[in-house]
């Protein structure tokens, strides 16, 4: 006989005090010739923003490479690591600097993202599809596993300096979040 499963520990508000480290949000710095923005607010199911989450990405490079060069915490201003952790701040908003993943594997081209917030039992994995020229979008197999309706909950918007990706922790319009397994 196995052990029923436990639910993980409620960790709290305490992410973007204790996490974040130094320079956590560029994965490229901010002169680098391709460097774009992600950024964006997490907010709860009224719209109201959260204030101590800590996010998370991983993506590959900008030829479609998955780097796996170790310590993904050094920030040397030329190692592209692929990883990069940032808090909200009080208004519930973060920020990336980084590349335009390229595409891997014929999908188009994403940037992995985990979710940490007070009150979540566990962690939220998603995923933010970038709309950029060539990205087959209606063919990826994860977005085309969702009803249409759902799939742009997944895809940010471009703006002057990158791509707007909200993330929604609950209700009508919340972000589609994945199993890890």
Do not use: C, K
């Not at 199911?45 to 796996?68: F, K, N, S, T, Y």
């Not at 929604?168 to 890890?180: A, K, P, S, Y």
């Amino acid at each position: 006989m196995s052990p029923a499963a436990t639910p993980g520990q409620t960790i709290g508000p305490f992410y973007g005090y204790a996490l974040p480290f130094p320079d956590g949000d560029r994965l490229v710095p901010l002169s680098h010739p391709q460097a774009v923005r992600l950024h964006g607010r997490v907010l709860d199911g009224e719209g109201r923003p959260v204030p101590d989450a800590l996010l998370e990405i991983w993506q590959a490079d900008a030829d479609g490479a998955v780097a796996r060069e170790p310590g993904s915490l050094r920030r040397d201003g030329w190692t592209f690591t692929g990883w990069g952790r940032t808090p909200t701040d009080d208004t519930g908003r973060y920020a990336f600097t980084t590349v335009v993943p390229g595409a891997a594997d014929h999908r188009a081209p994403f940037i992995a993202m985990t979710v940490f917030a007070r009150g979540l039992l566990n962690r939220l994995f998603t995923r933010v599809y970038l709309p950029v020229p060539g990205a087959d979008l209606t063919h990826d197999p994860l977005l085309a596993s969702l009803p249409p309706d759902r799939r742009d909950t997944l895809v940010a918007t471009p703006d002057a300096t990158g791509f707007v990706f909200d993330v929604i922790l609950q209700g009508d319009r919340e972000t589609v979040f994945l199993t890890h397994g």
